[in-house]
Each structure stands twice: as structure tokens, then as C-alpha cells.
């Protein structure tokens, strides 16, 4: 049977909404398929179950960052302070937007239960993440542009600095909402600590 990306598209968009609204646990199939205006029957012809639409669910964000990403990283401009910059920037806009701030907190609350469901957002982000800007650190090390002995670990750091306070503040409630200046700010100290310890 042909299923249609649309119908895909459209169980996505409801499961979505229901996970952030209620969590993981307390969101029924049923709930889900009714937000998404198909049948429980049309929605398993789909996804095999309640966790193989969470794990969709964050394969779609995910994918699309991780797109975003690899595109800038194609498109060095040769100068690596502003490419990092705007690198750094789409990381922390990323992980503070109101969706994937909604589904982190959702797999924080769940991951003792289901550990499976952090295993596989690190392995599709966290992980690429770290992989492919590890891989364009080496690249910019044998240029003489870094200097970066453990590409992985030097890519490690550079997220966690670009999300910095900001996303922690974002994450429990202190912060609404984050001014793209505040962004800019945050993102230009987290630079000045990387280059200092990772430049030539």
C-alpha cells in the first residue's frame, strides 16, 4: 500500500502538538489521532507506535537543523570567525525555540522510563552535531585557522558555550523570551572564550 507523505505530514503535526502539551506518557494514540484528524487505523499504517511517532517527531526537527548546519558548514566563506558566528547563532536559536524547547523537557521528564528516547535524540543530533563540526575543526586545524588536538571534544565545547546561560535560563522559565541582541551578545563571548583557547 502507497501512503501518502501528506497523511505522514499531517499525524506529525498533531502528535507534535499533543507531546508538548501533555508529555509523552499521558499522550494516547487515540488523542493523537484524533488531533491529526485521522484514524487510529490511518495512523498505524504510519508508525509502528506511540515511540516510533516521538522518535519522528524529533527526526523532523532534528533533520532539519542538522540540514541547516551541514549547508553553513558547505558554505565557509573563509573568514572563521563569522562563519562560527553564524554557526553558533543557528545552534542557540535552535535549541531555545518553543518546539524543541517543548520536546527537550518532555524527554528530560521520560528519560528515566524510556531511555531509548534520549539515546536516539543524542544519536540524531547531539552526536552529528559534534561529528560534523568536529570534522570541519580538523579541517580548519590542518589550515593552520585552529589549532584543535581532539576535533570531537573542541566541537563538544563549542555547542555547550554557544548555548551557554541562555538556553539553561530558557529551559526553566526564567527567560520568555531571548532579543536576537541578546542572541548576537551570547554568542560573541562564547566566541571570544573558543578562539582564545582553540587559535593559533
Not at 502539551?21 to 494514540?29: C, D, H, I, Q, T
Not at 517527531?57 to 562560527?84: H, K
Request: aromatic residues 8%.
Amino acid at each position: 500500500m502507497e501512503l501518502s507523505p501528506a497523511k505522514r505530514r499531517q499525524i506529525l503535526v498533531g502528535a507534535r502538538q499533543v507531546f508538548v502539551e501533555l508529555g509523552y506518557e499521558r499522550a494516547s494514540v487515540a488523542l493523537i489521532a484524533g488531533r491529526a484528524g485521522v484514524s487510529k487505523a490511518t495512523l498505524y499504517n504510519h508508525f509502528l507506535d506511540k515511540a516510533a511517532l516521538f522518535v519522528a517527531c524529533l527526526e523532523e526537527e532534528s533533520g532539519a537543523m542538522r540540514g541547516e548546519v551541514d549547508a553553513l558548514l558547505e558554505a565557509r566563506s573563509g573568514d572563521l570567525e563569522r562563519d562560527l558566528h553564524v554557526i553558533g547563532e543557528k545552534i542557540l536559536r535552535f535549541s531555545i525555540s518553543s518546539t524543541v524547547m517543548a520536546l527537550h523537557r518532555v524527554i528530560v521528564a521520560e528519560a528515566p522510563r524510556f531511555p531509548e528516547i534520549g539515546q536516539r535524540l543524542y544519536e540524531m543530533y547531539t552526536r552529528h552535531l559534534d561529528e560534523t563540526l568536529g570534522a570541519s575543526f580538523k579541517v580548519w586545524s590542518d589550515q593552520g585557522k585552529l589549532r584543535v588536538d581532539a576535533p570531537m571534544l573542541a566541537a563538544e565545547q563549542f555547542v555547550e558555550l554557544c548555548k551557554g546561560s541562555t538556553f539553561h535560563r530558557v529551559e526553566l522559565g526564567v527567560a520568555k523570551e531571548v532579543s536576537d541582541e541578546e542572541v548576537r551578545t551570547a554568542i560573541a563571548g562564547a566566541l571570544r572564550t573558543f578562539l582564545r583557547a582553540y587559535c593559533p
